[in-house]
């Protein structure tokens, strides 16, 4: 990596836990992730346990670094993100984005911490109260998955923010909830979100994220996934066959009625206020559009060659500049849809 070499090092390809996604047999650009640590017990790469490679397709190339780049623009602390190129045997495979995964060196480096526990949750970890029993938190693993996977844990960590979020008097929610919850990131985390539409997220179908609690106690942080959808697709999750530019600042995932975090953070006067104050932020900040347009020729300017290369592409010269097209002009649609709804609540 860059002039630096690791040896006996793990290497796997890797699937969604979702029941319908398969690895494409005999594909070069499955995604892949790379174990310092495998064969190794402590080795790392400048600090880092693992590298996590994904593809998917030219638009995921560009729209997910895309995303991280403007959520670390807004001062989130999310994953960093690169492109790379990737050899096997000196072969070009093509370029994939690189990006930061989540595990104990990610908590050391961006928390200052990794004695806590760490959970993964995706598609269903919605914070609904199933009761002080763990087995109610396991039945489906997807949705609460102790990281690493040999983690030892009774899930009481998490039970008790899931207990203080459901079941707290309205009158002393904010002053709990703040004390088991980091608010203070949440807020621009969420109205970031919202803005770009993401609607496979931690706040609005309990997907894609992970959430830390440290040990002894203290608030828990949390840490997003996965960010390739929003408003450059036109669909969103759960067949609502409503086109994700006209996302309601409010609006959750349609696969549920309601989401306890959203629902009952949202519910607080100020943290609205705020919330609301942190999108119009963000959208006259890193998503601006003039701005937006040229951070996408900027990323274009530096794939083009690695993509006109890449054996293993999934798409045509032209259909990428439909991509990057489809990229402009949809971010201008949906900032106008933002500012119209902001003016709408006196924004």
Request: proline share 5%; hydrophobic share 35%.
């Amino acid at each position: 990596v860059c002039g630096e070499t690791v040896s006996n090092v793990g290497m796997r390809f890797k699937r969604s836990t979702h029941p319908r996604s398969s690895l494409e047999v005999g594909y070069a650009k499955n995604p892949m992730v790379f174990d310092m640590n495998e064969f190794v017990p402590g080795q790392r790469l400048r600090g880092v346990r693992k590298l996590n490679l994904e593809y998917g397709s030219d638009m995921n190339l560009l729209a997910q670094r895309l995303n991280f780049e403007l959520l670390a623009d807004f001062g989130l602390d999310v994953p960093r993100v690169n492109h790379a190129e990737v050899y096997i045997n000196g072969e070009y495979v093509g370029v994939f984005n690189h990006i930061e995964r989540i595990d104990a060196s990610y908590a050391k480096y961006h928390w200052g911490e990794n004695d806590g526990q760490l959970y993964k949750h995706a598609y269903c970890g919605t914070f609904y109260d199933k009761g002080s029993d763990p087995s109610g938190y396991t039945q489906d693993p997807r949705c609460y998955t102790p990281k690493p996977s040999d983690s030892v844990t009774d899930f009481s960590d998490l039970i008790h923010v899931i207990d203080v979020l459901n079941n707290t008097a309205a009158a002393d929610f904010a002053t709990e909830f703040a004390k088991v919850w980091d608010v203070e990131e949440w807020i621009p985390s969420t109205a970031a979100l919202q803005v770009l539409a993401y609607s496979d997220s931690p706040n609005a179908n309990g997907n894609n994220f992970y959430t830390y609690y440290p040990l002894g106690g203290g608030k828990t942080r949390f840490a997003l996934w996965d960010l390739d959808a929003g408003f450059f697709r036109d669909g969103a999750p759960c067949g609502s066959g409503k086109d994700s530019i006209t996302y309601s600042l409010f609006q959750l995932a349609y696969c549920f009625d309601k989401l306890p975090l959203f629902d009952r953070m949202i519910a607080v006067p100020e943290w609205r206020q705020q919330f609301l104050q942190r999108a119009k932020a963000f959208l006259e900040g890193p998503f601006e559009s003039a701005g937006y347009a040229s951070r996408v020729d900027q990323l274009v300017l530096g794939l083009d060659d690695a993509l006109t290369r890449d054996p293993n592409r999934r798409g045509t010269g032209e259909e990428w500049l439909q991509t990057i097209d489809t990229m402009k002009s949809r971010q201008t649609a949906r900032a106008q849809n933002v500012a119209g709804q902001l003016a709408a609540e006196g924004l």
